[in-house]
């Protein structure tokens, strides 16, 4: 007689998994297709001549090559930048780039200008894209996490332009993912952050609010020594620069007219979006500062609330960070990588709540559909993100679906 031996029935549970694996896997395919695809076309880092591709990176080179000539306030100077810029790949004043970056950044700058231009565009990602890869990883704290960080939409914005995005994103979320066992290293994280202050402004406050005092110390003489190092290297000279066009820099962002237009759809805060709707402004400087003003005391109430998983706490921090400031690009929302990371570590460990794969996955969607529409992508994925930490919060203190997860 034969005995038959039933299949084993595969749960919902396994499937919801498999398939989240397979949507992250098929991301990342797609981001490594379409960028063979686009080197191949000679549309990255070099053109079909063999000349450097005017793009993000040639801002930071040039900067990189006046610091080394003795001459790194110049930088800050439009005309003198500009030439600079021209120099590496000529392009048109419309498409000018200038360097905004507080003068600790030129240094990098200065390192990635002693090789060649295409040599140092590949270094500056081989160097950014790991720290990426393993803060997510760590962040999830399990091999899936490889999958997240290489399929998150975000990587080609950065990949393409060699912009900055895998350095903030790093640098956030290392700051968060060591703050209750390292707090000096997640310090050191912040002080380094400080190459872009934008995103460092709520830090202070919600530490304190945690009591992470330790943190803050590291933070603020990771800060003072990197500017010191600045002035020892460079002298003071490009601070006096930096702070003098600062000014000018503001109104040419955020006023829309200078000579050079402002394209609102790629910015991707509050602001933009009210200007680029076609308000004015005074109107979108009063939305940006009330939900700025909003996101603060949300997150310090949060902070404040021992009962909630800190995952959730720091998920909604890297969120808060991109709501609060009005100068966020798409290549800068790397960051809400961050915050997909730590949600999908409690997902790791009680399971996904119900609809939350379907909501990371629209996030996605709405990146990749993004160049198609010429809109703002950055508010609505947020605005995903925070209903998202909102259901978990919820049902993490009892409320109705408490015990609707389902374990991986």
């Given at each position: ?40 076309a000679h549309g990255w880092i070099l053109d079909d001549r063999g000349a450097p591709i005017h793009t993000d990176f040639t801002s930071v080179y040039a900067a990189g090559r006046l610091a080394l000539e003795g001459n790194a306030a110049a930088a800050y100077d439009w005309t003198l930048h500009y030439l600079a810029e021209n120099a590496v790949s000529a ?7 200038g360097w905004h970056y507080p003068p600790p950044f030129l240094m990098i700058a200065a390192l990635l200008a002693t090789l060649a231009y295409t040599p140092a565009f590949l270094v500056w990602i081989a160097a950014t894209l790991p720290l990426y890869l393993v803060a997510i990883r760590t962040i999830v704290g399990d091999r899936i996490g490889w999958l ?261």
């Amino acid at each position: 007689m034969t005995v038959g031996v039933a299949a084993p029935t595969r749960t919902p549970a396994a499937a919801r998994l498999a398939g989240f694996h397979l949507a992250c896997f098929g991301l990342l395919i797609a981001n490594i297709a379409y960028l063979a695809a686009l080197a191949i076309a000679h549309g990255w880092i070099l053109d079909d001549r063999g000349a450097p591709i005017h793009t993000d990176f040639t801002s930071v080179y040039a900067a990189g090559r006046l610091a080394l000539e003795g001459n790194a306030a110049a930088a800050y100077d439009w005309t003198l930048h500009y030439l600079a810029e021209n120099a590496v790949s000529a392009h048109s004043a419309v498409d000018y780039l200038g360097w905004h970056y507080p003068p600790p950044f030129l240094m990098i700058a200065a390192l990635l200008a002693t090789l060649a231009y295409t040599p140092a565009f590949l270094v500056w990602i081989a160097a950014t894209l790991p720290l990426y890869l393993v803060a997510i990883r760590t962040i999830v704290g399990d091999r899936i996490g490889w999958l997240v960080g290489g399929a998150f939409p975000c990587l080609l914005p950065n990949v393409i332009p060699g912009q900055n995005g895998f350095l903030t994103a790093s640098l956030i979320g290392g700051a968060l993912a060591f703050l209750e066992q390292n707090p000096v290293v997640a310090g050191f994280c912040l002080g380094l952050l400080t190459y872009k202050p934008q995103f460092g402004i709520l830090f202070p406050l919600l530490l304190a609010a945690g009591g992470h005092w330790r943190a803050i110390g590291a933070a603020a003489i990771t800060a003072a020594a990197l500017g010191l190092a600045t002035v020892l290297v460079f002298g003071t000279s490009p601070w006096i620069e930096f702070l003098h066009w600062l000014p000018r820099t503001s109104r040419a962002l955020f006023s829309g007219e200078s000579q050079i237009p402002t394209e609102w759809y790629k910015f991707q805060s509050m602001y933009a979006l009210v200007r680029l709707l076609g308000g004015g402004a005074t109107l979108a400087w009063a939305v940006q500062l009330a939900l700025a003003a909003a996101t603060t005391i949300a997150l310090g109430v949060l902070w404040r609330r021992d009962r909630l998983p800190y995952e959730l706490k720091a998920a909604a921090t890297a969120t808060g960070v991109l709501l609060v400031t009005p100068y966020v690009y798409l290549y800068d929302l790397t960051v809400l990588a961050v915050a997909a990371a730590f949600l999908i570590r409690l997902a790791v460990v009680s399971g996904f709540a119900r609809g939350e794969a379907a909501g990371l996955a629209l996030i996605a969607a709405l990146f990749l559909f993004m160049p198609f529409f010429a809109m703002p992508v950055g508010l609505p994925a947020a605005t995903i993100m925070v209903a998202l930490m909102v259901r978990r919060a919820y049902s993490s203190q009892g409320g109705p679906g408490a015990q609707r997860f389902v374990a991986i």
